[in-house]
């Protein structure tokens, strides 16, 4: 049975999971202002391009990808295309589905900065780490009793 309290070690994982978490977005919002971009752009980018099977996304999958409203998505959209780092498509399946594709501009874009979070990410081997289900159920060894 899961309990209710979390003991002192269960804060402290939870605390700094979110502290490594928030630093790596730090340094995302920091190069991708570097490079000209705001970080929802360059997530935007991210998930055209690794977006499984193909090398475009409709709206709708990229709002589930940014975990966004639809409308928001399209505002984003069209900042980008402003930018000359997408273009828009229409679907060729469903008409009234519209794709998102990357210019040549944003596939050079998204390769720069997909690069330095990939080495970023490599730095932190080993000092972000996700808690493991014994740290969050107050398994772990500090030997503290739950509450």
């Not at 049975?1 to 003991?7: H, I």
């Not at 940014?66 to 069209?78: F, K, N």
């Not at 273009?87 to 330095?116: C, F, I, N, P, W």
């Amino acid at each position: 049975m899961q309990k209710n309290n979390l003991n002192k070690r269960e804060f402290e994982t939870l605390s700094q999971f979110r502290y490594q978490l928030r630093r790596f977005l730090r340094f995302s919002e920091t190069v991708t202002r570097k490079h000209g971009v705001t970080h929802l752009q360059y997530l935007l980018l991210l998930h055209i391009k690794g977006y499984q099977g193909r090398e475009w996304a409709t709206i709708g999958e990229l709002a589930e990808k940014l975990q966004a409203h639809h409308h928001g998505v399209v505002s984003l959209v069209s900042r980008c295309e402003k930018l000359g780092l997408v273009h828009r498509e229409s679907g060729t399946a469903d008409r009234r589905e519209v794709e998102v594709h990357l210019t040549a501009e944003g596939e050079k874009k998204v390769a720069v900065l997909a690069r330095l979070h990939r080495d970023e990410l490599l730095k932190l081997q080993g000092v972000f780490q996700v808690p493991d289900a014994g740290d969050l159920l107050g398994g772990g060894t500090s030997g503290q009793a739950g509450s």
